[in-house]
């Protein structure tokens, strides 16, 4: 492996608060279109770490390194648009789903599309009329969904996933599941998911195991 080919890299990546080590040292590479899974008990580091490669939180000690350029030295905006985190417990904001789903047209000074987001809507199984529900009305795998949406409409080169089907029945995680998996193999979409769910496990090319002594890794076929 070339260093060229690497996308996103961390070099002894660290978080600490208080005395208290939050995520010991943790190195990785993540190429284009690899499909990365994070797994580890509670409290190893697995959301810190995606916060730290989201640029939400600085690193302790250690340098993440996007397209090999240090991300302290990138413009934020800019970075995460190419490598977007969706949280496990939905942040959503405005009345309804339509001003949600519109921002990624307005961060990039783009056309509202209402008919490709109701077209996304119902690949994830919700009504096109959801567009107009105020996003108070929803019930938590629905503000899923939807956050995850804003993140699919302009496809990231790196996608971050905190456990954003933990809200979902098992039709609509398996969905999900088949929906990433698709973006990976078909636009080259390079993802690290946090999940204990073995189904989605088991989708992944490599999986990282977060402990609180260290990081141990797996390969795994592609499904």
């Known amino acids: 492996m070339s260093s060229s080919e690497i996308l996103l890299r961390l070099q002894d990546v660290s978080f600490s608060l208080n005395n208290q080590v939050l995520l010991r040292p943790t190195s990785l590479e993540l190429l284009p279109g690899e499909f990365t899974l ?56 405005g009345q309804t ?5 519109s921002l990624p047209y307005q961060i990039r000074g783009k056309k509202v599309d209402k008919s490709a987001m109701a077209d996304w809507l119902e690949r994830v199984n919700l009504s096109r009329s959801l567009l107009e529900k105020n996003v108070q009305e929803l019930s938590g795998g629905e503000k899923q969904r939807v956050s995850l949406l804003r993140n699919l409409q302009f496809l990231p080169k790196v996608l971050l996933l905190d456990e954003i089907t933990s ?35 088991r ?19 592609s499904a």
Do not use: M
């Open 167 to 201: 809200a979902l029945d098992e039709e609509n995680k398996q969905n999900v599941n088949a929906i990433i998996a698709e973006q990976v193999k078909q636009q080259r979409l390079s993802v690290i998911w946090v999940t204990h769910d073995s189904n989605e496990i």
């Open 97 to 101: 789903v339509l001003d949600n789903l």
């Open 203 to 221: 989708h992944a090319q490599r999986v990282i195991t977060l402990t609180r002594e260290a990081a141990g890794e797996s390969s795994h076929e």
């Open 38 to 93: 994070l797994t580890g008990p509670s409290g190893s580091g697995k959301s810190t770490l995606l916060k730290i490669v989201a640029s939400l939180q600085n690193p302790t000690r250690g340098t993440v390194y996007f397209e090999g350029k240090d991300i302290r030295t990138l413009k934020p905006e800019s970075y995460r648009q190419q490598v977007s985190y969706c949280f496990q417990t939905p942040v959503l904001f």
